[in-house]
């Protein structure tokens, strides 16, 4: 069987150029190095170096071993991060923005049971619909939705394969009917989003090469209130699934169109440098987009 020391033994040789070398930097016996490397060549059946008195070179076989050794010990090392870092209690305050109708409905539970798993963290949340200015606001981290117009912010993804879709509530298909295509949406009363004097009334379907003008009798600045009309059956929607899963699994929306694919909105974890992507913002995103995956396990 092989043994993890003895692949170390060889990569630090190997680095080296010198079995000396490499048994100092391990803190052992040039003779136990020796018989690390001969134990490693008993096992794989190899000639990993060949040797002179002078002289230590890889051979061809070696350099090739050389790069899955080097990364099985570049593994092996994460993992023993990984456990000493998860022996340390978690712990500090973090303070995080996100957008109202996922943060509600969707974020906040997963938190929550964050919170639970990790006591001694503490949340702050700021829930708005406004992109948050992480340079000029008191906040740590941002879920966001979509593409990152700012190049220089580190983004971690939690909800990558996220897309739109067009919901409706079965009383307002019973009163209306359900469009056929994405043309007859033009007779539909259509729920948009508003923001800062713009209103989204244009809604893509990059995969279908479509861009549809919509109308309706209704607009809000808050996702989550459109999401509220739709279930109250005040029209159609076109929101992201991670929005409405809650609402579709208990019936309360329909899907429709389910050919059509709509636009995609990956959620992602944000913060504004790598240097504040510390052990907690790990387990935060791991964690989250362990909720995530889960929900598309279960057909979500």
């Avoid at 943060?103 to 829930?127: H, K, M, T």
């Avoid at 995609?264 to 935060?284: A, W």
Wanted: charge should be neutral; aromatic fraction near 6%; hydrophobic fraction near 45%.
């Amino acid at each position: 069987m092989l043994r993890l020391d003895d692949i170390e033994v060889f990569v630090n040789t190997a680095d080296r150029g010198s079995l000396s070398a490499a048994a100092r930097s391990l803190d052992i016996s040039p003779a136990l190095a020796s018989a690390a490397l001969k134990r490693l060549e008993d096992e794989l059946q190899l000639r990993l170096f060949a040797r002179t008195t002078r002289s230590l070179r890889l051979t061809a076989e070696g350099e090739h071993y050389l790069r899955h050794a080097r990364e099985a010990v570049r593994q092996l090392r994460e993992g023993h991060e990984a456990i000493r870092q998860g022996q340390q209690e978690l712990a500090g305050l973090l303070k995080i923005s996100m957008p109202s109708d996922v943060g509600r409905n969707v974020l906040l539970p997963w938190l929550d049971a964050f919170q639970a798993e990790y006591p001694a963290i503490s949340l702050q949340l700021f829930v708005s619909d406004r992109v948050a200015d992480m340079y000029r606001q008191p906040v740590d981290l941002a879920l966001r939705y979509g593409k990152l117009d700012d190049s220089s912010l580190v983004a971690m993804p939690i909800a990558p394969g996220n897309r739109r879709a067009l919901v409706a509530s079965p009383e307002y298909l019973r009163r209306h009917g359900a469009p056929a295509n994405l043309d007859e949406l033009a007779r539909h009363n259509c729920l948009r989003f508003a923001l800062d004097d713009v209103l989204y009334d244009r809604w893509a379907f990059p995969a279908q090469g479509k861009v549809v003008q919509v109308r309706g009798n209704r607009s809000s600045d808050d996702a989550d209130l459109v999401r509220r009309w739709a279930v109250a059956g005040l029209g159609i929607a076109y929101k992201s699934r991670l929005d409405v899963t809650a609402d579709l699994k208990a019936g309360r929306l329909r899907l429709l169109l389910p050919d059509v694919m709509g636009e995609e909105v990956p959620l992602q974890l944000v913060c504004m440098h790598r240097s504040q992507v510390t052990p907690v913002v790990i387990r935060l995103r791991d964690f989250l987009r362990a909720q995530y995956e889960q929900l598309c396990e279960a057909g979500a």
